[in-house]
């Protein structure tokens, strides 16, 4: 390389400025810098998810035959949402930093070896039918780390993935405190690996977590389309598993509906137990309000924990919600709250379900799958974006009651027979493939019907 990424990256800005208008090269690259370049792929840091999303959709190609004038050895991208300069205003900022100045959370709840949050534990899990099945797995491991290997546990956000498997790595040191054990998120795994790119330490990034006994990583979703990523997260995979070190992987969705996801790492994720959590049922909801109200000790009757369990259908997240609202009340009055001021804590609290426009579940939808919406509206005959474009139409029809015609209108202009037609094929495939009525299930929960 005849550039370093830094000179390579300024070249390209050059031109591309006397390519675009002003206000595009302002909005979307002014903020943009190189963060590296590791064999043909060249890293591009951007200050924000919108921004990477926008280049990579409507400049990857122009950026990317812009820098191969100067470097064809290139023939990937990256994109990386990073602040530029972020590592060393940390470590300047760390040297500065007086002991007084530690974050509380950091000292008392998140262990600096392991990154496990301490509060994280089976005494405080709430076990029902929603998540027995990643309990009674978890359990096994403890008993016998690596007789589910990998664990992969998916569910939608706020269920309790992260407290599961983070309590899993608690209770296998409380038993086994020799044992290394990390845990970390795609994100920060990610960043780990940039870092050691920019810092010349890549061996260093690999010896550090090939040398775990337990690995846990959430969000794997996120490496979708990350191709150097998958294969760093490939090769790590395979070296912890041959020596029977336990692996365990979090994520939102099945790994088969990972949109970019690569098949070798979908069939390794597949070698172990892949276990799904659902939304809490009323019983389960019962049980995890009484069980954080117990934990702030708020005296809460049997006939509050009834009306909240029956009108609050929503995840865990937002339920401890309602009972830190109820906490704060009761404190500011100093006495047990009655039903009716209950009644109208949860009507100020809790989101009423809006009435979303085709766009905005199109987006959500598309978001699911990871895919650019506007992938749905067009006329692409890719299998995959078929697929999603159906399951569109038919959660359009099923769960809204969208007329076919004002469907075909609004999703790219198509015949209201080309609606039947998918909302038909759908509801076949669901009785045959029980994953995709777990994905509709899934979806509906997102988009809160």
Do not use: C
């Not at 031109?15 to 064999?39: Q, R």
């Not at 998540?131 to 797995?137: K, L, P, T």
């Not at 009507?347 to 426009?357: D, Y």
């Amino acid at each position: 390389m005849t550039h370093t990424p830094d000179k390579l990256w300024e070249k390209t800005l050059a031109e591309i400025e006397l390519e675009i208008s002003k206000p595009n090269y302002n909005t979307w690259f002014k903020k943009t810098f190189a963060v590296g370049m590791d064999g043909d792929t060249f890293y591009i840091g951007v200050p924000s998810v919108f921004n990477k999303e926008w280049l990579q959709t409507r400049f990857n190609d122009m950026i990317l035959s812009t820098l191969r004038k100067h470097e064809p050895s290139i023939t990937k991208l990256e994109y990386v949402v990073k602040k530029k300069h972020t590592e060393e205003e940390k470590r300047k900022k760390d040297e500065t930093r007086k002991p007084t100045e530690t974050l509380p959370l950091e000292k008392s709840d998140v262990d600096k070896d392991t990154n496990l949050n301490k509060r994280y534990t089976f005494d405080s899990f709430i076990v029902g039918p929603f998540n027995e099945v990643a309990y009674s797995a978890a359990q096994a491991i403890i008993k016998k780390p690596g007789v589910y290997n990998p664990l992969f546990v998916y569910g939608s956000t706020g269920l309790g993935k992260t407290h599961l498997i983070q309590a899993t790595g608690n209770e296998l040191l409380k038993k086994n405190p020799n044992l290394k054990v990390f845990y970390t998120n795609s994100e920060k795994f990610s960043q780990d690996y940039v870092n050691a790119l920019t810092n010349n330490r890549i061996q260093q990034f690999k010896n550090r977590y090939r040398s775990y006994d337990v690995l846990i990583m959430d969000d794997i979703q996120f490496f979708s389309g990350k191709e150097k990523l998958q294969e760093e997260l490939f090769h790590l995979f395979n070296i912890l598993y041959d020596k029977n070190k336990q692996i365990i992987f979090s994520s939102d969705k099945h790994p088969n509906y990972i949109v970019g996801l690569e098949d070798r790492l979908r069939s390794r994720f597949s070698a172990g137990m892949i276990v799904d959590i659902n939304r809490p049922d009323y019983e389960s909801r019962a049980a995890i309000l009484k069980k954080k109200a117990s934990e702030r000790n708020i005296p809460v009757s049997d006939e509050i924990i009834d009306y909240l369990a029956t009108h609050i259908d929503g995840n865990i997240r937002e339920l401890e919600g309602v009972i830190n609202s109820i906490a704060i009340q009761t404190e500011l009055k100093g006495r047990k709250l009655t039903l009716e001021e209950i009644k109208k804590i949860v009507k100020n609290s809790v989101k009423p379900k809006k009435h979303l426009a085709i766009n905005e579940i199109v987006k959500i939808i598309a978001g699911y799958y990871n895919v650019h919406p506007e992938q749905i509206y067009e006329k692409s005959r890719k299998k995959e974006i078929v697929h999603i474009r159906q399951i569109v139409m038919y959660i359009l029809r099923e769960l809204f009651n969208i007329s076919y015609p004002t469907i075909g209108k609004e999703i790219g202009g198509r015949d209201h027979t080309t609606v039947i037609h998918s909302y038909e094929k759908v509801k076949e495939m669901i009785k045959e493939d029980p994953s995709l009525g777990q994905e509709i299930e899934q979806l509906k929960s997102i988009l809160g019907v």
